[in-house]
Nanobody
Framework: QEQLVESGGGLVQAGGSLRLSCVAS????????MGWFRQAPGKEREFVTG????????TYADSVKGRFTITRDGAKNTVNLQMNSLKPEDTAVYYC???????????????WGKGTLVTVSA
């Protein structure tokens, strides 16, 4: 059973930065396309960013374009999310997810992490 474990969440002031990491146990992550989703209080979970298995194709939600960067490290079996210029509206639980492909629908993810909380203060 694939397990994804997120880390790096915390409290940061608006304009600050955080780096989230997702470590996988089990199969190598290069078998999957990897993504980050987030869920703010009282809202539905939403797609944030995704990266292809090769790492050469990335996709971002409009709300984070130019501020967030997703990368993957095959040697360390990790996927990272660098978040810069954070805004209070970025406050959410951030989830790592793995998929075999076909886009980023919530019900299309093969594996989910348990999430890490990011809080951005004004």
């Amino acid at each position: 059973q694939e397990q994804l474990v997120e880390s790096g969440g915390g409290l940061v002031q608006a304009g600050g930065s955080l780096r989230l990491s997702c470590v996988a146990s089990g199969r190598p992550l290069n078998r999957y396309e990897m993504g980050w989703f987030r869920q703010a209080p009282g809202k539905e979970r939403e797609f944030v960013t995704g990266i292809s298995w090769s790492g050469d194709i990335t996709t971002y939600a409009d709300s984070v374009k130019g501020r967030f960067t997703i990368t993957r490290d095959g040697a360390k079996n990790t996927v990272n999310l660098q978040m810069n210029s954070l805004k209070p509206e970025d406050t959410a639980v951030y989830y790592c997810a793995a998929t075999y492909g076909n886009g980023w629908p919530l019900d299309g993810m093969a594996h989910w992490g348990k999430g890490t909380l990011v809080t951005v203060s004004a």
